[in-house]
């Protein structure tokens, strides 16, 4: 089970963290990743980080702003995200994929297996 938390309403430029807890399984065998959804568009990746937590990935609308880590030890994986603005507006939905070795990211959503019930962002001008 995948329990995301921390989003929130917050003006442009501020930032938040997103967190992820997994229950139910083994968490350093789960590859994890980020993706978001606004209204009216499909669900796009956001970041990946490998089961090592050593490799991640990024996508180019977040790179630079957005941080993907995981602590192991907490079973959780974290979004921190820095410089919002109002096209990161979204519902966020944490992701993972169990069948992965150490140093591999999964950036597609159909390569998931569990997903979080979503936590919404609302950036506003």
């Known amino acids: 089970q995948l329990q995301a938390s921390g989003g929130g309403m917050v003006q442009a430029g501020d930032s938040l963290r997103l967190s992820c807890v997994v229950s139910g399984g083994t968490f350093n065998r789960f590859a994890m990743g980020w993706f978001r959804q606004a209204p009216g568009k499909e669900r796009e990746f956001v970041a990946a980080v490998s089961r090592s937590g050593t490799i991640t990935q990024y996508a180019d609308s977040v790179k630079g702003r957005f941080t993907i880590s995981r602590d192991n030890a907490k079973n959780t994986v974290y979004l921190q995200m820095n410089s919002l603005n109002p096209e990161d507006t979204a519902a966020y939905y944490c992701?993972?994929?169990?069948?992965?070795?150490?140093?591999?990211?999964?950036?597609?959503?159909?390569?998931?297996?569990?997903w979080g019930q979503g936590t919404q962002v609302t950036v506003s001008s």
């Open positions: 992701a993972g994929n169990p069948r992965k070795i150490l140093l591999v990211v999964v950036v597609s959503a159909r390569e998931y297996d569990y």
